[in-house]
């Protein structure tokens, strides 16, 4: 057996035994259950916290006959206007319609944090270039009520562009490096597993051998030499005994 530091014995009496592993189990599943669903660890705990998910609001741009821009929104008014534009002139109308999302992705914690908003516009003969950029500015306006995510920044973006940005969230790596750690410990926490288990499977010979009595009759043998028992005459089985008692206390 090796030899071990008094710091590593004391972290190993720490560590392995049964309340370690229930604490270090309930810390897991407890993070584990905080984490978004877009992560391996938090889609396996089915966590409610999810701040990602897709949706595709539609929305068509209606430019009336003086150019004024009419845009689909909840309200059945702007629907009217919007539904009389494109069946009266579709030749000026932009169909939009958008997908989009943000979600941090990771095994554990969230490493990574993605902005991703893709609008696609069809527009009739008669819309410009210019017309189209309106209509989707205007319509990223109408996304940012529902998506609070987006920024002014984006909303300038989107006129022009889709949105996709990933940047690495550090604080969720340090995060997932420590619950690898903690996942580490707790695997480790485990040995008093077999210990236990090998106990739990000696025979009662085997068990009064290893307390320092006679296997077959319980007589105390502490101090005596010889194999035999003066009580009963028992041929002691040290091979038995020793193999069983090299393991670690508990
Ligand atoms: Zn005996």
Request: net charge neutral.
């Amino acid at each position: 057996m090796l030899e071990r530091s008094p710091g590593a014995r004391m972290l190993r009496r720490l560590l392995v035994n049964p309340v370690a592993t229930l604490v270090l189990a309930f810390g897991l599943v407890i993070d584990a259950e905080s984490q978004p669903r877009s992560t391996l660890v938090g889609s396996m705990f089915s966590s409610p916290k999810c701040r990602c998910g897709m949706a595709q609001p539609t929305g068509v741009a209606g430019f009336a006959p003086d150019g004024e821009m009419v845009l689909m929104r909840p309200d059945e008014e702007s629907w009217d206007a919007a539904t009389r534009a494109m069946a009266e002139a579709p030749e000026r109308t932009v169909t939009l319609w958008a997908i989009g999302g943000r979600y941090g992705e990771g095994l554990w914690a969230p490493v990574t944090d993605t902005k991703s908003v893709q609008i696609h516009a069809e527009a009739g003969s008669e819309v410009s270039s210019e017309g189209v950029a309106r209509a989707r500015a205007e319509y990223a306006r109408t996304l940012a009520e529902r998506w609070d995510w987006l920024t002014p920044a984006d909303l300038a973006t989107l006129g022009a562009r889709n949105i996709r940005e990933t940047r690495v969230l550090w604080g969720g790596v340090a995060h997932s490096a420590a619950a690898c750690a903690v996942v580490a410990a707790f695997v480790w926490s485990l040995g008093w597993v077999p210990a236990t288990v090998r106990r739990l499977k000696e025979t009662p010979a085997v068990r009064r051998r290893r307390a320092g009595l006679c296997g077959a009759c319980g007589y105390n043998l502490t101090g005596l030499a010889g194999s035999r028992c003066p009580e009963c005459g028992a041929e002691q089985d040290y091979s038995v005994a020793s193999s069983s008692g090299g393991g670690s206390e508990v």
